[in-house]
């Protein structure tokens, strides 16, 4: 069997490839592959859309002894590394390729001009729904529904064609047998005695062994069929247990014990036809032998809560699926479930429950495994009394003979619903945990619930009095979540719970929002009325609410926190812009990461007296919440001296020893700051010191670009530094532009902005408002390059009124 898939270049590809192997390898009946195959998809496809970055291509091809899985992606020039050796805990790559080396027999890479495939191949180790070869005992385990090998032969006696059931059974290809003869893949010695095999007569049948491609005897039973004398003959194989497919005369019908069927089955029944097919017959036959109206096979469900009808005869097709309970009508009794039960006049008393208007008797019997009850089989009739204790005997037979093939049924069934439910949980879990936003959780959690668990759900916060607070509702209809919540509204806080079920016509479940040993609201799940949340969906149910839980309480922390922080790093930045009459500000601040408002850059301007004014660009070492407590001591201190009277250079040389005595908690700093005196004319003197900053631009109103100032040592390295103050004159119309590395240091690859990046651009300003010339310098950084910036960033452009 063979089957493959394309996924883009998206997370979510991962999953949808899981699901993809899982639901393929289901359908192939391969079950016993599907752990070890899920596990290596994962890590497979993750790597390709994580590292390779392109469409990846998954490929299944399952044969008689195992399963090749391939994963394919359009990044042929990212080598993988061919060692299985434990990667570091840390690593970001290579994981998959260990996992896969661990998981396969064999696995390998294959490089071409446009692609790499990583390829592994599984072997089945249990026999299972599929061929298996058994070295030690020389047999072939059967294939569901029946393969048969049908090889073509020449007149010589060589292989002419070879189907699929005959590579599956024997393990050669097509290519490797063609043009064979056929008498070299088989043992010397027949296991039924024969000298020759005239696979030229009209028509032979019997036993020999037949080598397969690994070594092994197969012990095969052979027909050959439309044999021509000189032309070739047809040679059908089967595995000697399955000879019934192609014996004549048919066996005669036996059971393993010996015992005589009650239904009159081929004793490879249930291998020739699969466990669903098989038990489909029997209840026909059953139904057929009791002379019934109908029949139906119910198995338990969901940790044997219940019963489920799976498979029936003559009965409305409506009820398949139908559940119920021990003591209903049409199930066991609840205190003797081991016991037959017959019901000769059933009246009202609940047939309807099997989608017959005209039952009138009804006969029930347990399907027993190990002295559990893992089912019932039941027959129904329009007639009053219609079942003697003779037929209750039969049937009980019955169940006794069906009962290993239904528990088989009934695990295979179990154990996929709870590998789905098991791949639900995780990706519920995935999605809750992926957001910090309070809202956002709590409409994920409606989303995870309905509809795979509930028809409808509401979540109820509590509030400052631990009162629950009808936050969101959701349901499967659209239209009618509207008019769900006004009758949650409605409802009484003390009602009880059969009243409100009554009252809303529903099943309703309330599940506890528990986080870190309190309450913090309630998870409420509405379905049917004849249809509660039980079994293992309600243990998914509660699982879910634990998770919903932490992942709700976890974001309302986080925003807290944030609302917390936002508003500290608020108060490191000048509340508003002054104005003053002899210069016009413009002011642009970026934090770098998307929830910051302030990190290691600020600005400040402000009055200090005499009509003269403070201006300060700073950067600290690094971002984020450390970088913004030294932000705060640095322009708090400055502000403080400067409104003192101090001069520039010793209130930077004062900052320097307050950096220090932080101690550990001290960073590096960054500084131009300067005082703006007004002069005669309009014009602005500028008393300056660029304590290793990056040194201001000034654009003359002329058009032309200077630097001014000197570097000086920076503050937060040396002990004891001194500053000298330089002195600037800027005329009317003049613009002073100051900015932290976080424009110069922009970079695209190997590009940077730098200086002169930047003076290019303040080279077209011309007579822009200051504001304006600010914003323009933000959008030259954001433009420079596709990657969000990394680097906190600020700009202060001030420029002296122009002229009238």
């Known amino acids: 069997m063979h089957t493959q898939r394309t996924f883009a270049a998206d997370g979510r590809s991962v999953s949808e490839a899981r699901r993809f192997v899982r639901e393929t390898l289901e359908a192939w009946g391969a079950e016993d592959l599907i752990d070890e195959a899920v596990l290596a998809t994962s890590e497979l496809v993750t790597n390709a859309v994580v590292h390779?970055?392109?469409?990846?291509?998954?490929?299944l091809l399952l044969d008689a002894q195992g399963m090749r899985l391939e994963v394919q992606d359009q990044h042929p020039h990212r080598a993988l590394p061919l060692g299985t050796e434990q990667p570091d805990v840390d690593t970001e790559h290579g994981r998959g390729l260990f996992i896969t080396a661990n998981l396969a027999s064999s696995w390998g890479v294959d490089y071409s001009a446009g692609a790499k495939r990583v390829w592994l191949r599984l072997e089945r180790v249990e026999p299972a729904t599929g061929v298996v070869a058994r070295q030690e005992t020389g047999r072939v385990e059967d294939l569901p529904g029946?393969?048969?090998?049908?090889?073509?032969?020449?007149?010589?006696?060589?292989?002419?064609?070879?189907?699929?059931?005959?590579?599956?059974?024997?393990?050669?290809?097509?290519?490797?047998?063609?043009?064979?003869?056929?008498?070299?893949?088989?043992?010397?010695?027949?296991?039924?005695?024969r000298t020759t095999v005239p696979w030229t007569e009209q028509r032979w049948q019997g036993v020999c062994v037949v080598r397969r491609k690994t070594g092994a005897p197969a012990e095969m039973f052979v027909s050959t069929v439309n044999a021509l004398p000189g032309e070739g003959a047809v040679v059908l194989l089967v595995p000697s247990s399955r000879r019934s497919l192609l014996e004549w005369p048919a066996p005669t019908p036996r059971v393993a014990t010996g015992a005589p069927d009650p239904l009159g089955l081929r004793e490879n029944a249930l291998n020739r036809l699969g466990s669903q097919a098989y038990l489909d017959l029997v209840v026909e036959r059953s139904r057929d032998r009791l002379s019934a109206q109908g029949a139906y096979l119910m198995l338990a469900r969901d940790m044997h809560s219940d019963f489920e009808v799976v498979t029936l005869s003559g009965l409305d097709p409506a009820i398949r699926g139908a559940r119920l309970e021990l003591g209903d009508v049409g199930a066991p009794e609840v205190r003797n479930p081991h016991l037959p039960v017959r019901l000769p006049d059933l009246g009202d008393s609940g047939a309807h429950l099997l989608g017959v208007e005209d039952a009138r008797s009804l006969l029930v019997v347990p399907v027993v495994v190990e002295g559990q009850v893992i089912g019932a089989l039941g027959v129904v009739s329009e007639v009053r009394d219609d079942f003697s204790d003779a037929q209750a005997v039969l049937l009980q037979r019955i169940a006794n003979m069906v009962a290993p093939a239904a528990d088989r049924a009934r695990l295979r069934v179990s154990q996929r619903e709870r590998r789905g439910w098991l791949t639900f949980l995780a990706e519920s879990g995935d999605l809750l945990a992926g957001s910090l936003d309070p809202e956002m959780t709590m409409a994920i959690t409606g989303q995870v619930v309905v509809p795979q668990l509930a028809s409808w759900c509401a979540l109820y916060m509590d509030d400052e009095r631990g009162?629950?607070?009808?936050?969101?509702?959701?349901?499967?209809?659209?239209?009618?979540?509207?008019?769900?919540?006004?009758?949650?509204?409605?409802?009484?806080?003390?009602?009880?719970?059969?009243?409100?079920?009554?009252?809303?016509?529903?099943?309703?479940?309330?599940?506890?929002?528990?986080?870190?040993?309190?309450?913090?609201?309630?998870?409420?799940?509405?379905?049917?009325a004849e249809d509660p949340l039980r079994g293992e969906p309600l243990v998914v149910a509660e699982s879910i609410a634990r998770r919903a839980s932490l992942a709700i309480d976890n974001a309302r922390t986080h925003g807290e926190l944030q609302e917390i922080g936002e508003a500290l790093q608020r108060s490191l930045l000048p509340a508003t812009i002054p104005s003053s009459p002899s210069f016009d500000i413009g002011v642009v601040y970026e934090a770098a990461g998307e929830r910051s408002l302030v990190g290691g850059d600020f600005y400040d301007v402000f009055p200090i007296g005499g009509g003269r004014w403070c201006f300060a660009v700073g950067d600290v070492c690094g971002t984020g919440a450390e970088a913004a407590a030294v932000t705060g001591l640095a322009r708090h201190t400055i502000r403080a001296l400067m409104l003192a009277g101090f001069p520039v250079a010793s209130t930077l040389e004062r900052l320097n020893t307050a950096i220090m005595e932080e101690g550990a908690r001290s960073r590096f700093l960054t500084v131009v700051c300067g005082v703006l005196q007004p002069e005669s004319g309009g014009r602005l003197r500028v008393s300056m010191v660029s304590a290793g900053h990056p040194l201001p631009h000034v654009v003359r109103r002329t058009g032309r670009i200077d630097q001014i100032g000197r570097p000086q040592s920076l503050l937060g390295v040396l002990d004891k530094v001194e500053f000298v103050a330089d002195e600037h004159l800027l005329d009317r119309g003049d613009l002073l532009v100051a900015v932290t590395d976080g424009v110069l240091e922009r970079r695209d690859g190997t590009r940077m902005l730098?200086?002169?990046?930047?003076?290019?651009?303040?080279?077209?300003?011309?007579?822009?408002?200051?504001?304006?010339?600010?914003?323009?310098?933000?959008?030259?950084?954001?433009?420079?390059?596709?990657?969000?910036?990394?680097d906190d960033m600020a700009v202060l452009a001030i420029r002296v009124t122009p002229a009238d």
């Open 146 to 193: 029946g393969a048969v090998a049908v090889i073509e032969l020449t007149g010589d006696g060589t292989v002419r064609s070879w189907n699929h059931d005959a590579t599956a059974l024997l393990g050669w290809t097509t290519d490797e047998v063609l043009g064979l003869p056929w008498v070299d893949l088989l043992e010397p010695t027949a296991l039924e005695p």
């Open 754 to 790: 730098g200086e002169e990046g930047l003076r290019e651009d303040l080279a077209a300003v011309g007579p822009l408002p200051p504001q304006a010339v600010a914003e323009r310098i933000r959008r030259l950084v954001r433009d420079f390059a596709r990657e969000p910036q990394a």
């Open 52 to 59: 390779a970055g392109t469409v990846v291509r998954v490929t």
């Open 467 to 528: 009162q629950p607070v009808l936050e969101q509702v959701w349901h499967r209809d659209e239209d009618e979540g509207s008019r769900l919540r006004e009758a949650l509204l409605e409802l009484s806080p003390d009602q009880s719970p059969e009243s409100r079920d009554k009252q809303l016509d529903a099943s309703v479940l309330d599940i506890p929002l528990v986080a870190r040993g309190r309450r913090i609201g309630v998870l409420t799940l509405g379905r049917a």
